[in-house]
C-alpha cells in the first residue's frame, strides 16, 4: 500500500485519530455507508464479514457519507446507535466523510485514483461502494454499491490465504 495513503488521518466516531497505518499488514475494506439507505442492509453482511475474517486479518472500516440522498443526516452519536442496534455493527465507523467533489476525504481521493470506476471514473455513484485494499501489494478492488458484502468472500479468501 502507498506510504502515503497509510498515513491520511481519520476520525473515528468515537473521536479517535486513527490511520490506515494503524491496520497494517491487513486486508482493508473500506465502505462509504449511509443509514437511510436502500443498500443499509448490507450493514448486516459487512458485520459478517468482520466476524468470520477479522482472525485472519481482515478489517471492516465504515465511513457514513451523506453526499447521496442525504441518506446519512446524523451526528456521530446517532450514527453509532443506528448501526449497533440494528445491525450489530462492531467494526471500526469514523466520522462523516464526503467522497466526491473537492471536499473529497484524502482517503476516498486516494482509493478512487487507485481504483477508478467503470468507464475510469473516479466519481463514487451512491452509498456502499466498497474498496478492497491488498495488504500485501497496496493494489485496490473497488466494487459497485450494489455488490452485497458475501459476493466479496472469494476475494477476501485469496487476499488472507497467501
Not at 466516531?13 to 465502505?31: P, R, S
Not at 450514527?79 to 449497533?84: K, P, S, T
Amino acid at each position: 500500500m502507498a506510504g502515503s495513503m497509510l498515513d491520511i488521518p481519520c476520525v473515528t466516531l468515537g473521536g479517535e485519530q486513527k490511520t490506515l497505518g494503524d491496520f497494517a499488514g491487513k486486508a482493508l475494506l473500506v465502505v462509504n455507508t449511509a443509514s437511510q439507505c436502500g443498500f443499509t442492509p448490507q450493514y448486516k453482511g459487512l458485520e459478517q464479514l468482520w466476524r468470520d475474517y477479522r482472525a485472519r486479518g481482515l478489517v471492516v472500516l465504515g465511513f457514513p457519507c451523506n453526499q447521496f440522498g442525504k441518506q446519512e443526516p446524523g451526528d456521530a452519536r446517532e450514527i453509532a446507535q443506528f448501526c449497533e442496534a440494528n445491525f450489530g455493527v462492531s467494526f471500526p465507523l469514523f466520522r462523516k466523510v464526503e467522497v466526491n467533489g473537492p471536499g473529497a476525504h484524502p482517503l476516498f481521493a486516494a482509493l478512487k485514483q487507485s481504483a477508478p470506476g467503470l468507464f475510469g471514473t473516479q466519481k463514487i455513484k451512491w452509498n456502499f461502494t466498497k474498496f478492497l485494499v491488498d495488504p500485501a501489494s497496496g493494489k485496490v478492488t473497488r466494487y459497485a454499491p450494489s455488490t452485497k458484502p458475501q459476493a466479496l468472500e472469494a476475494d477476501i479468501e485469496r487476499l488472507l490465504s497467501r
